[in-house]
Every structure is written in C-alpha cells, then in structure tokens.
C-alpha cells in the first residue's frame, strides 16, 4: 500500500515543528520571519486564486504565483529589495523541503524554484571614526544606573562586534575577566564564538558586574531595570540618546545615521585598518562564510578612493487579529 502524499497544510506544519525546529534546530527569530512569510504569501493566494489557506494545494505555488506575490511586496506593501529576497528565500527552503515530501509536485517545485533573487543596488557602509565611538562611549552619565550599563554595553558592542541579539541574550557567566579575558557568544544559527576582550573592555565590564543586582552566571549582563532581558528597541533609544549627547562634542556624528549594528561594522573596519586578515574578522564577526567579510575591504577601497579624488582639481490602534483559518491560526501560534 503506497504512502498517501500529505497535502499542504500537513507539509507546512511538519516544515515548522519537524524540520526547522527539530531536525535543523534554528532560531526564534528564523522561525518568526518564516512564519510571517507564510502569513503574507497565504494572505495574498486568499485574494489572488479564491483559496482559503487550509485548501491550498502545493502546485498552487507555482512561479506565477509566486512572482506575484513578491510584486505585491514591493508594489503594495512598499517593501524594500532586500525584503522581498528575504521573504523569497523563506519560501524556497520550504519548496525544498516540500521536494523531498510529495514527488508529484517536483515539476511546479523546479519552476519555482527557479525565480531569481533580485539583484539591488548594496548602501555604503556605514561606520565610525574613533573619536566618534569614544564620543558616543563616553555620553552616558556614569552617575546613573543607566547610563553605566549603557556605557559598558556600547564598550562591549564595540570590542566584540557583536549582534544586537548576541549582547542583550549575554549572561554574566558568559564572561571570563581573569588572565586572558573572553567572551563566549551564541550567535547565529546557535553557533558559538570566543571573542578576546581589550583590557579597557574588561575593566569596565568588572566594575559593571561587580554593581549588578543579580551576578549568578545565568543572569543577563546587561539587563534592564527589572533585571530582565533588554529588548532591541530599548538599545537603540539609549544609542539615540547617547549620539545626541555626543553631537555636542563631536559634530561629525550629526549627519550619520547610526544604530546598534553600526558598532559590528565600525569594529570590522577599525580591525581592517589596523591590518588584521580578514579571515581572523571573520572568525570575530562570527561570518561563516569570508566573503560576507569582504564587504569591509570594499569599503575600505571605496574609502581611499574617495579620499584620493578629493586631492584631485576640481575640474578634473487596531484590534486583536483572529486567524480566519486553521492553517493561518496555526502560523499565528508560532
């Protein structure tokens, strides 16, 4: 007796609960953005083929389709390029996994596939001088509970390169100040990384701990003021208040849009100037891959160009959503 193909709704939520959380282990967050692609892209089938969720099929996902979907991100939705390839992305790693699970639909799976990733036109790294992360180090009042965690975080952010993520999930027990300070980060994908910390870094992560409520190994390092985990939103407003604070002293920083991920790249770009290989960043920026690193050699290239032209002559409230569907109520307790 032949295995029966599972349908849509069936392979979608193995997809989720088997394959990502289990067998490749991954994160949160991945999960979440997977999840919010499938809401948008089942959303939009709803209107486009007249299928609920739950009676979708999987060859309904064809190119076609899927071309439209990524055109009404980008038309409707006003999404950026780099969105629309995540979200496209998110889609492919499913339509892989789906290939291996129903071999009749291998035909529309292979087309779409096939839909190319849009090629977009990459920012100028953004980075800062020296001056400018001392400025912003230095802003915090030392005075105020606050300010001093502030101080010692945007000091850790800089040393260590670190994710966002990676310094606000830190616990105490993670960092070691005697003989040869370390830092032991759990970054993308669960991979860990041993980072070294400046002797400057580990003084002021010394007195930070030493003043902290709670120091058993499991508490945040850098908590907030009910000792729980700091949230994304909450870094960046204290970065926001830091650089107005700095402005003052140092002008330069008016005209920089700077957020939390500019520490990782001006970190990558101050261990380039000083001639550190790019593969010893890459092991510090936690890249599996050294070609993610070679950005900062490009920039450090388009630095000194642009410094060399310039001695040229100047001739020369809504409510509480509720998922109309099974398979979208499913997406939304992910």
Known sequence: MTERTPSFPTLLQRFFVDHLRQQRAVSACTVAAYRDTFKLLLAFAEKRIGKSPTDVTLPDLNADLILAFLDHLERERANSVRSRNARLSAIRVFLKYAAHEDLTALAVIERSLAVPQKRHDKPVLGYLTRPEVEAIINAPDPKTWAGRRDRALFAFLYNTGARVSEAIDLQVGRVILENAPVVHLLGKGRKRRSVPLWNETARTLKRWIQGLRDRRPDAYLFPNNQGGR?????????????????????????????????????????????????????????????????????????????????????????????????????????
């Open 230 to 334: 700091l949230s994304r939103s909450s870094v960046r407003q204290r970065l926001d208040l830091a650089v107005d604070a700095a402005c003052r002293d140092v002008p330069s920083l008016k005209v920089k849009a700077i957020s939390p991920h500019t520490f990782r790249h001006t970190t990558a770009m101050h261990l380039l100037q000083s001639g550190v290989d790019l593969t010893v960043i890459a092991l510090w920026l936690g890249h599996e891959d050294t070609s993610t690193t070679h950005i900062y050699m490009e920039a450090d290239l388009a630095m000194k160009q642009e410094a060399l032209s310039r001695l040229q002559p100047v001739n020369a409230p809504s409510a509480r959503y509720r998922p109309p569907d099974q398979l979208m109520h499913f997406l939304q307790s992910l």
